[in-house]
């Protein structure tokens, strides 16, 4: 079935389609090597009129199938060679899989785009390999919108000027025109945007394998390949982009048309998501192209199982859903529930969004704080005889209000308050009643500062009584206390 | 001696201890005016500057990475300053971070940012921003308390 399709958009195809083979499922490759022109033009050709030639003798059913295999591996080689760069700013680049499928699937966006399966019943030995699926055209459909998904996240990414392509891919899905798919599909096949429609093929392919079933792994070793890279993408992938292939393949058993537009609208409320998705669903869709070649001949309308994923879909719509992309999007909310805690700390913030005007705020008043902590200490240091502060009656009130007051603390007051209260003024009272005003009540129980009342005029012997401090309060850190003791140790 | 069982749910959880800040910062405060009379007010503004941060950290207590970050640089200062003498070692000059992520500025000025993921970096900042602004009012009502009349 595909295989007409891709016959009747061989229009542009280049002077590979010759002879018998034109007619068969080599065609359709050969098409897509028009689709990469300025990277591996001349290796596609040479691969294709090699793999063309060599089934070319016997078209024969069961060959179709291995016709395709080859035709994929050595498309997938060069690929690979080729070195689709704009691959690698996706997070987890499956090389070898979406490439491969890249030039088939590609050739499958074209024809399943735009053409509603003319002739389904091409699924004879030779057009198996192409997923006997009639709703393969639909899924193809849906890999365009990808296209289109896909597109906008690679521009983002790597700058390129594909927005306008985006535009293009879905409308020409819509018109049903081998021609106009292939413009669309042309434009966006792209230097930066190769690997993109690759992408949407591999997601088209998933999905048209979602119905095989997914013991039916192909002989090829893409496949093998794919299948773990699509256990691997979809780990590293995150987004919305499964849904929208989730809910395409849903939609199979449908018209093409009608599920163009809403994937379209899918893909492109996704699109913001980035394109890791598409090589997740890339890899699904070679392991599913792979097994529907595998299988033979399915002739039937049944809906397409749903890929893998599609048992996880308890995710929120339009979001993926594998386990990974779950803990992605719970790292997220932890991140922006912390960003909205800051905001309540730091003033002033409420009306500023966005992360990065929100660190900025973050960050100067981090250095406000440090600074007023730097300017309080100067001036503390000139107010040196004015302060006097009782810190056991301090330290009294600030038992009171405990719950459950230590008597023990009284003893080393005795012996620090003498050293403490060495001006004896009455202002010392209202500086304790201020700061006790601002302690608020009291919410822990003071330790006894063993070491306090010998305790030297060294700081750093104030340290070392608060390590000792530290470790009598039994603080729950371990590591904490270790280092607190070790500290002390090392005094 | 142990802590009273109902001791560590009264430390908490978000936020620094007023109490144990205001008692720590103010004994160090007078030791370092007991001790250092004689030297210059810089050189007591720094003590005091430093006091002011152990005890913040001791505070926070060392469930905070910031707070175990901020004594270990302290104790390591001064540790150096002992055994090396004087020597101050000159301050990197600092880059501004054009490339790597924006998050960077703040591991610089959050003690023991660097080591964190973003996301525990901003707990960290939150707690550091709460402990800070907690030893800012409570220097500030100190000075404040002091009055006009301080030399």
């Known amino acids: 079935m595909e295989k007409e399709r891709f016959l009747s958009v061989d229009c542009k195809s280049r002077d590979m389609n010759s002879g018998a083979v034109a007619d068969q499922l080599p065609r359709p490759f050969l098409d897509l090597s028009w689709e990469q022109p300025v990277h591996h033009g001349a290796q596609f050709e040479s691969a294709i009129s090699s793999l063309v030639s060599s089934p070319s003798s016997n078209p024969s059913a069961g060959n179709g199938s291995v016709v395709v295999r080859e035709l994929i591996g050595r498309l997938g080689s060069i690929c690979d060679s080729g070195e689709i760069s704009q691959a690698s700013c996706y997070r987890t680049p499956l090389d070898s899989p979406p490439k491969l499928t890249l030039p088939v699937l590609g050739h499958l966006q074209q024809g399943g785009g735009g053409l509603p399966m003319p002739g389904n019943e091409m699924a004879d030995g030779q057009f198996t390999p192409f997923a006997a699926n009639p709703g393969f055209t639909e899924r193809a459909a849906r890999s365009s919108c990808f296209g289109t998904w896909s597109y906008g996240g690679l521009g983002d990414q790597s700058g390129l000027p594909e927005a306008g392509n985006l535009s293009r891919v879905p409308r020409s899905h819509s018109l049903k025109s081998a021609g106009a798919l292939r413009m669309g599909v042309l434009d966006s096949g792209k230097d930066a945007s190769k690997s993109n429609p690759e992408r949407i093929e591999m997601e088209m392919r998933s999905k048209l394998g979602g119905g095989m079933p997914p013991s039916s792994t192909s002989g090829r070793t893409m496949a093998g390949g794919a299948a773990n890279n699509v256990s691997r993408r979809k780990a590293a992938s995150k987004g919305r982009g499964k849904e929208a292939p989730l809910s395409c393949s849903n939609h199979l058993g449908l018209q093409a048309a009608e599920d163009e537009h809403p994937d379209v609208k899918r893909c492109k409320s996704a699109k913001n998501n980035g394109a890791d998705k598409d090589s997740v669903v890339k890899q699904e869709t070679e392991q599913n192209i792979g097994a529907s070649q595998k299988k033979g001949k399915e002739n039937n309308a049944k809906p397409p199982e749903p890929p893998k994923d599609y048992i996880h879909v308890r995710a929120r719509r339009g979001q993926a859903t594998d386990s990974h992309s779950l803990a992605e999007r719970v790292r997220r909310e932890k991140i922006s529930k912390r960003m909205k805690l800051l905001q309540d700390l730091v003033p002033g913030c409420n009306k500023i969004t966005g992360k990065a005007m929100m660190l900025d705020e973050i960050i100067n008043y981090v250095q406000s704080l440090q600074r007023q902590v730097e300017f309080l200490s100067m001036k503390l240091a000139t107010m040196n005889p004015q302060l006097d502060f009782d810190l056991e009656t301090l330290l009294q009130e600030s038992m009171h209000q405990e719950h459950e007051p230590l008597p023990q603390q009284l003893y080393p007051l005795e012996g620090t308050s003498a050293a403490f209260s060495y001006a004896q003024r009455p202002q010392g009272s209202p500086l304790q009643s201020a700061i006790t005003n601002g302690l608020g009540v009291g919410q822990q129980p003071l330790c006894p500062f063993d070491g306090l009342a010998d305790a030297t005029s060294q700081l750093g012997n104030f340290w070392e009584s608060d390590l000792q401090y530290v470790v009598h309060m039994g603080f729950g850190q371990s590591q904490g206390a270790e280092f607190f003791s070790q500290s002390l140790h090392a005094e | ?151």
């Open chain 2, 1 to 151: 001696w142990r802590a009273p069982p109902g001791t560590r749910t009264l430390t908490p959880r978000f936020g620094p201890s007023k109490p144990m800040l205001a008692f720590r910062f103010l004994r160090a405060l007078t030791l370092v005016h007991r001790t250092a009379a004689n030297s210059s007010n810089a050189a007591r503004s720094r003590r005091i500057q430093r006091a002011a941060f152990a005890s913040m950290a001791y505070s926070a207590g060392p469930r905070r990475a910031w707070s175990r970050a901020l004594l270990c640089r302290l104790h390591f200062h001064r540790a150096r300053r002992r055994c090396a003498g004087r020597r101050r070692a000159a301050g990197v000059p600092r880059r501004p971070s054009t490339t790597g992520s924006p998050a960077d500025g703040l591991r610089r000025l959050v003690p023991g940012g660097t080591g964190m993921d973003y996301c525990g970096l901003l707990e960290e900042t939150a707690d550091y921003i709460r402990c800070l602004s907690e030893q800012v009012k409570l220097m500030q009502s100190i000075v404040d308390s002091v009055g006009p009349g301080g030399r």
